[in-house]
Each structure stands twice: as structure tokens, then as C-alpha cells.
């Protein structure tokens, strides 16, 4: 029987993916997005985060979801504060009852 096998990957990863399949240069993404080729190599390698306007600059470069490249981002913040404080997983089953309590409070 055939296994599934999910594939996962941090946003720089995904943004040097989408840039290296479109052939284009460190110089000419970071050219287009305003920002300093040194700085996109950096979020390419996770040394830097990036913001979420360039989330959005990128987005529409590549013209690919912004909601999903957020996401990504968000998840590797949360998946990054997990091993910096060797939390256990269960603290994601308690974040995710504590996001829907809160929005409750939120919406009255």
C-alpha cells in the first residue's frame, strides 16, 4: 500500500522555491520587492522573518495566495516557539481551545 508523504517547508524555503522555478535572481526579487538582496537571502535561510507587507509584495509577484504564504509564516512562528521553549505538543491543543474561547469573547 502506497504512503502518503507530506511535505513540509518554512516560508523561505518557499519563497526561494518560488524564485529559483521562475529562474529569476536574488538581486531581481529583492529589486522588485524594495528590499536588499542581503535581506532576501537571509529570509530565504529563516535568519530573518520577513513582514508582512513583503509577505504581501511576494504574493503578488509570484501571484501565488497570500493567505496561504501567512500561514506559513505564522506556522513557522508557532513551530519555532514550541522548540525554543521545548514545549510539548499538547500546547497546541490548548492554544486551539483557547482561539475559539477567545473568539467567543470576542464576538459577545
Given at each position: 500500500?502506497?504512503?502518503?508523504?507530506?511535505?513540509f517547508?518554512?516560508?523561505?524555503?518557499?519563497?526561494?522555491a518560488?524564485?529559483t522555478e521562475?529562474?529569476l535572481?536574488?538581486r531581481?526579487v529583492a529589486?522588485?520587492?524594495l528590499?536588499?538582496?542581503?535581506?532576501l537571502a537571509k529570509?530565504?535561510?529563516?535568519?530573518?522573518?520577513?513582514?508582512k507587507q513583503l509577505?504581501k509584495?511576494?504574493?503578488?509577484?509570484?501571484?501565488?495566495?497570500?493567505?496561504?504564504?501567512q500561514?506559513?509564516f505564522?506556522?513557522d512562528?508557532i513551530?519555532?516557539?514550541i522548540?525554543?521553549?521545548?514545549?510539548?505538543?499538547?500546547?497546541l491543543k490548548?492554544?486551539e481551545q483557547?482561539v475559539c474561547y477567545?473568539?467567543?469573547q470576542?464576538n459577545?
Amino acid at each position: 500500500m502506497p504512503t502518503l508523504k507530506l511535505t513540509f517547508r518554512s516560508f523561505g524555503e518557499h519563497l526561494r522555491a518560488l524564485r529559483t522555478e521562475t529562474e529569476l535572481s536574488l538581486r531581481e526579487v529583492a529589486s522588485h520587492l524594495l528590499i536588499d538582496p542581503s535581506l532576501l537571502a537571509k529570509i530565504e535561510r529563516n535568519e530573518r522573518q520577513p513582514t508582512k507587507q513583503l509577505i504581501k509584495g511576494v504574493a503578488c509577484y509570484f501571484k501565488v495566495d497570500e493567505r496561504e504564504l501567512q500561514n506559513e509564516f505564522l506556522s513557522d512562528q508557532i513551530a519555532y516557539k514550541i522548540l525554543s521553549e521545548e514545549a510539548d505538543l499538547e500546547i497546541l491543543k490548548a492554544a486551539e481551545q483557547k482561539v475559539c474561547y477567545l473568539k467567543t469573547q470576542r464576538n459577545g
